[in-house]
């Protein structure tokens, strides 16, 4: 949703009224006149996030699915879906072109280039053989064995702030990358080591500044930062790490007239406000954005000239195996802000892990030789795009039910193997407790199929759940997930 009012103004631009406009952040009589004049063919063209594909339109010449790469495709709640293998489908069925547009697309997308059931349409250069942005990497692990001579935030390498302040002087703007928002990643007792925890999910809250209130990122609970330790009543709680509130503050204290602006869905909540931040960046009203992926893809800023990655190895601690084609793809994506236009664009990658393949290849631009090493470790482990998977998810108000059940669930499984010979290639992990083990007060169990055929993986699980209601236990929810994208 963030890249639509850029879109729009585009299409609009070119096209003229002949545009439809479909998302979320529209009002219902926005989106029943938006629908209504895509329907009655009064417009010709639809722009819009995942919900657009539904409307029902009857001849469609052509698809396109932008950034197709892109995890918000995926409906996780409810009924889950992949906006962009929906959009697949629906080429397929109105016999029209489809084009799966990202400068990183995802794996299965690319193996299935190479597989040769995609065509590649491949652009080589950037606009009028625009320069690719210089990519320099920044090793905290040496940093942090340096004497400091600079009088900067930790989070600031003295090569990043020189730049930094090389862009102010010359008028040309500056991004800043931090997948995190809040002003610290938890408040902590140096006393004793407590941290407040969510009492609804298993995760610590988020300090945020403004209010001085700890918050929930999962469930939204939140409380007034105590005063003194709730566990051993020493004054004084104290912020650990960094988030992009924190980022913003200390900026300002380095440079009191720059034009610094958050970038985040905290300080972002409507469309009107995205629009005029997006105006005031475009327009050059903003010397420093400092943002969460809102900043990081699609984005075109004339003057944007240097992009700094503050912590660029942050998103490769998820337990989950497309971790690093996650870290990959937003490190290329954000770098990709920089040096658009008549001025050539620098990245600095700040990290601890210089040396991983998604923080490598990423400072090379070089997608071909990540794509091959990751794919290589996914054919051995049998992960998409060689492997189908599918994830059952059993939550509950109770701990014991929920794990009982999920005991439960293995059994049932195993016994259809058993009794079905087809069946019996279905690698079966688990199960266990979620990596988020309890979300708005669930306790989360989950269990993993892997196969090669999508064919037996899907006849498996409808046949196992045609079993459900016999063993499934009150109070207990069972969900099935094909294809999932995140495992936490």
């Not at 938006?34 to 063209?45: D, G, M, P, V």
């Not at 935030?153 to 008028?171: A, V």
């Not at 009107?272 to 990081?296: N, S």
């Amino acid at each position: 949703i963030s890249l639509t009012p850029q879109l729009i103004k585009r299409f609009v631009g070119r096209f003229g009224e002949n545009v439809a406009v479909i998302h979320s952040h529209l009002t219902e009589r926005e989106k029943s006149d938006q629908w209504q004049s895509a329907l009655s063919k009064e417009k010709k063209i639809l722009v819009g996030a995942r919900s657009a594909l539904f409307c029902p339109l009857d001849n469609i010449g052509l698809i396109v699915v932008d950034e197709e790469h892109e995890p918000s495709f995926k409906q996780e709640e409810q009924l889950k879906y992949n906006a962009r293998d929906a959009a697949i489908l629906k080429a397929q069925i109105f016999k029209c072109p489809i084009v799966l547009g990202s400068a990183t697309p995802s794996l299965e997308s690319w193996q299935n280039t190479v597989a040769g059931k995609y065509k590649k349409l491949e652009l080589k250069s950037r606009v009028e053989d625009r320069p690719l942005p210089t990519v320099e990497i920044v090793d905290l692990r040496e940093l942090k064995k340096e004497k400091r001579n600079y009088d900067i935030p930790t989070w600031l390498s003295p090569k990043l702030f020189e730049e930094l302040k090389s862009r102010l002087e010359k008028k040309e703007q500056v991004a800043l990358f931090l997948n995190r928002r809040g002003y610290a990643q938890f408040a902590l007792c140096s006393a004793c080591g407590f941290t407040e925890e969510c009492p609804q999910c298993s995760v610590t809250l988020t300090l945020h500044r403004r209010g001085a209130t700890l918050l929930c990122h999962y469930c939204g609970f939140q409380k007034p930062m105590p005063p003194v330790c709730p566990s051993c009543k020493s004054i004084g709680l104290k912020p650990v790490g960094i988030g992009t509130e924190k980022v913003k503050e200390e900026l300002q204290l380095l440079f009191p007239t720059a034009r610094i602006a958050r970038a985040d869905r905290d300080e972002v909540n409507t469309r009107k406000e995205l629009e005029e931040l997006l105006d005031k960046i475009t327009e050059h009203k903003i010397d420093i954005i400092v943002g969460t992926q809102m900043i990081a893809k699609g984005h075109d800023f004339p003057q944007l000239t240097l992009v700094g990655t503050l912590m660029a190895d942050l998103g490769l601690h998820f337990p989950d195996f497309r971790s690093s084609e996650r870290t990959f793809q937003l490190l290329t994506q954000v770098a990709g802000r920089a040096g658009r236009h008549q001025k050539s664009g620098n990245v600095i990658v700040q990290t601890y892990l210089p040396e991983h393949p998604a923080i490598k290849f990423s400072t090379t631009h070089d997608y071909v030789g990540f794509a091959e090493a990751e794919l290589k470790e996914r054919k051995e482990l049998g992960y998409p795009p060689f492997g189908k998977i599918a994830v059952l998810r059993i939550q509950g108000a109770s701990q014991m039910n929920a794990e009982k059940m999920s005991v439960q669930a293995r059994q049932e499984i195993e016994k259809l193997k058993k009794d079905h010979e087809e069946f019996r290639v279905i690698e079966v992990l688990g199960p266990v407790e979620a990596a988020l083990s309890k979300i708005k007060n669930k306790f989360r169990f989950q269990i993993m199929l892997k196969t090669s055929s999508a064919k037996d993986l899907n006849l498996f699980l409808q046949r196992l759940m045609n079993t459900t209601p016999d063993w499934l236990k009150s109070g207990v929810s069972l969900s099935v997930d094909v294809d999932p994208l995140q495992l936490l």
